[in-house]
């Protein structure tokens, strides 16, 4: 038995837990890729043509943003961009505004799963966690619905700023420190997505502490 536990918890480390991990991130969502545009994405993506063209991604630093883009409240312009990148791209193919919303569960994914090793956690343990979390049925909404991408962004924003404030050394002088200037970008990426990356900032604080 005490060789069975031995060889699952060998298992859990190196680059076959990250693969696993990644798997259940992606495997079971790619076939919906396709589907029509639904919820949401129907409306904002789809009848609203502000997004429609690329030459109003200066817009949404004026107050045009607020008339042409019929979300409120909220001011999310990094999100918005990203929905006009799209459509450049991929015109009204769902599969193309649906794929990075996977690749930033992808990521949020793989991040916490690093993020509970850093944090001393078991290998095993941490696997199991990221493949329940990659697999839960909350995550739906997001990856379905390319409109709802600003969540999963949002949260890849704090866990990276997380992340890089635990490499920022105390004491270390904050214009010197290139942990700190990482997890500064990630706030403002974050909060160009949606406000809830602010969550970082308290986080951030908590590490000092």
């Given at each position: 038995m005490r060789i069975l536990t031995d060889r699952i918890r060998a298992m859990t480390v190196g680059r076959l837990p990250l693969l696993v991990v990644a798997l259940a991130a992606t495997l079971p969502f790619v076939p919906f890729l396709g589907n029509p545009f639904a919820f949401d994405d129907a409306y904002f993506l789809v009848r609203v043509p502000f997004t429609h063209d690329f030459g109003n991604a200066a817009r949404v630093l004026s107050q045009?943003?607020?008339?042409?883009?019929?979300?409120?409240?909220?001011?999310?312009?990094?999100?918005?961009i990203s929905h006009m990148m799209d459509y450049a791209l991929w015109g009204m193919w769902p599969a193309g505004h649906r794929l990075p919303n996977l690749l930033a569960h992808l990521g949020v994914v793989m991040l916490l799963y690093r993020f509970l090793l850093n944090l001393g956690t078991r290998g095993d343990v941490a696997l199991a966690a990221g493949v329940v979390f990659a697999l839960h049925p909350i995550h739906s909404e997001n990856l379905f619905c390319a409109y709802f991408r600003r969540d999963s962004v949002a949260a890849l924003c704090v866990l990276a700023g997380v992340m890089a404030c635990r490499r920022w050394g105390i004491g270390t002088p904050f214009l010197t420190s290139p942990a700190a200037w990482a997890s500064l970008l990630s706030l403002m990426v974050g909060l160009g997505f949606k406000e809830g990356a602010g969550l970082l900032l308290p986080l951030v604080w908590v590490h000092a502490r």
């Open positions: 045009d943003y607020f008339r042409l883009w019929p979300e409120s409240p909220g001011w999310r312009p990094l999100a918005v």
